[in-house]
């Protein structure tokens, strides 16, 4: 259970652009990713955000200030994710997961509030709220918070998802309101 003094709210597209630094900060700090990578993250939050169909942001907040995030947008053809995913996709008879279909990209949360409740208590929020039939996510195999995702209802739709061209492993998870309620 999240704590009390935590608060989620969603961001307007305009909210979540204004605030792109801190939550890239998080993103970095999360992922342990370098400079670079989350220069490349705030560029791409902030272009998703302003013109993406179905843009989301909820975060999470402790005393003011932002320590957890979740963003997605509608699963639509000729982004660069359904068109890495959607042929594996079809090959495996997941067609029905490709229409209606929130795309969640991150959730992550600062690590000093990690343990907390707050990625669940971001996603159950989400997955409460979206106007989508499904929902479709990408982990990596050892991500801890795969286990989450599980717990929550997201089914392992592709469980050894290697992207095209590359040697990068992920699991592609979707959830539907009838597979478990939230």
Known sequence: ???????????????????????????????????SARDH???????CMASY???????ARADGDIVGFLYGFDFVAGHWWPDQITPAMAEHGHQGWLADTLEIVEVEVDPAYQGRGIGTALLRTQL???????????????????????????????????????????????????????
């Not at 993250?41 to 272009?47: A, E």
């Open 1 to 35: 259970m999240v704590q009390q003094d935590t608060e989620i709210s969603w961001l307007t597209s305009a909210e979540a652009v204004a605030r792109a630094d801190r939550v890239s900060q998080i993103y970095q700090a999360a992922l342990g990713h370098p400079d």
């Open 128 to 182: 409460g709220a979206m106007t989508q039939r499904q929902a479709l996510l990408a982990t990596k195999p050892d991500n801890p918070a795969r286990r989450l995702y599980g717990r929550l209802g997201f089914l392992e739709l592709l469980p050894d998802f290697v992207y095209p061209g590359s040697d990068y492993a992920a699991v592609i998870m979707g959830w539907r309101p009838a597979v478990v309620g939230t």
């Open 41 to 47: 993250f705030r560029r791409t939050f902030q272009d």
């Open 53 to 59: 169909e179905g843009a989301t942001c909820l975060v």
